[in-house]
């Protein structure tokens, strides 16, 4: 099945749709023909997309509240329709010694990251088994769910545990007898243009240099970033092909899987590296 047999109609709940990666998948999704629901606490940035992206609409709401989401979810299929597509793709970026991270930040970061998905899921879910039609579900994991990365903790141990939690649940729509219509399917971007690292958090006290130059750093990776629009074409596409892990950058991160799973084989401790860059040229 290609992308406009799958996703040429129907409704898409996007939630962080206000920049980078949410913005890239809204912007196709609605070019492939869908009603984009754009949920984000960022009015600014949803208010404009909306009026960029015929028949959209826009949210406020916090992924960390279970209520609001599900009032977005009760007002969607009353008001809009059924959801074809729901993208569990807010998320935030935390830089920093753990050991120096502030408790507001991990909680902030564990309860947008992890929580955010699992209310997501709670909200519709139960609402997308109940109707007759196919429905998809996407989880935003990353390269760095497959990988350890020092200063950057929280943000690892919550892609690990989103991956976890989306294999976990495709298993759990299989046994409860959905799989013919229910689409579980984790995302796994490798570098991707956003505002992630702009906007994330540092350490107030302890070593604020070691945070600020792996944000540094990460902010050298997204001069050579994919655009969000073309990483978005490459997931609908293997979305509709029905594969489970969508990459954005297949030999990139295929690479990084790859990695991952020879080291557990071969039971290695994970190594620290000078420099983990970004290579345009491997993707
Ligand atoms: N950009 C990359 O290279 C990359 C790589 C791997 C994984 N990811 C994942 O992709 C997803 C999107 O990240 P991005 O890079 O586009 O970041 P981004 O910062 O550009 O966009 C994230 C959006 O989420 C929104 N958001 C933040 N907290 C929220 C909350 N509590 N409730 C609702 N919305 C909230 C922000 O306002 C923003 O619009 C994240 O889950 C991230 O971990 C990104």
């Not at 960029?52 to 509240?65: I, Q, T």
């Not at 903790?153 to 495709?170: D, N």
Request: hydrophobic share 50%.
């Amino acid at each position: 099945m290609g992308a406009h047999a799958a996703f040429g109609g129907g409704v898409a709940v996007i939630t962080g749709a206000g920049n980078g990666i949410g913005a890239g998948l809204a912007r196709h999704a609605a070019a492939l023909g869908m009603t984009v629901v754009l949920v984000d606490i960022d009015a600014g940035a949803i208010v404009a997309l909306r009026e960029e992206l015929p028949g959209a609409v826009d949210v406020v709401c916090d992924v960390r509240d279970p209520d609001a989401l599900e009032d977005v979810a009760a007002q969607v299929y009353s008001d809009i329709g059924p959801v074809r597509l729901l993208v569990n793709n807010a998320g935030v970026e935390q830089f920093g010694y753990l050991w120096d991270t502030p408790v507001a930040n991990w909680d902030r970061l564990v309860d947008i990251n992890v929580s955010g998905v699992f209310y997501g899921i709670r909200a519709f879910l139960p609402r997308m088994i109940a109707t007759d039609s196919p429905a998809w579900v996407w989880n935003l994991s990353s390269i760095g769910g497959v990988a350890a990365v020092p200063l950057q903790t929280p943000y690892i141990m919550s892609k690990h545990a989103v991956l976890a939690l989306t294999e976990c649940l495709r298993l759990e729509v299989e046994l409860a007898g959905h799989a013919d219509r229910i689409h579980v399917q984790a995302v796994l971007p490798g570098a991707v243009k956003s505002n992630i690292f702009e906007a994330a958090g540092g350490v107030d006290d302890g070593d604020v240099g070691a945070a600020e130059s792996q944000r540094a750093a990460m902010l050298d990776i997204k001069a050579e970033a994919m655009d969000p629009l073309e990483a978005a074409q490459v997931v609908f596409e293997q979305a509709a092909a029905g594969e489970f892990y969508l990459l954005t950058q297949p030999e990139y991160v295929g690479n990084a899987m790859s990695e991952r799973a020879a080291i557990l084989a071969d039971r290695r401790a994970p190594v620290l590296r000078t420099k983990q860059r970004f290579d345009p040229a491997r993707h």
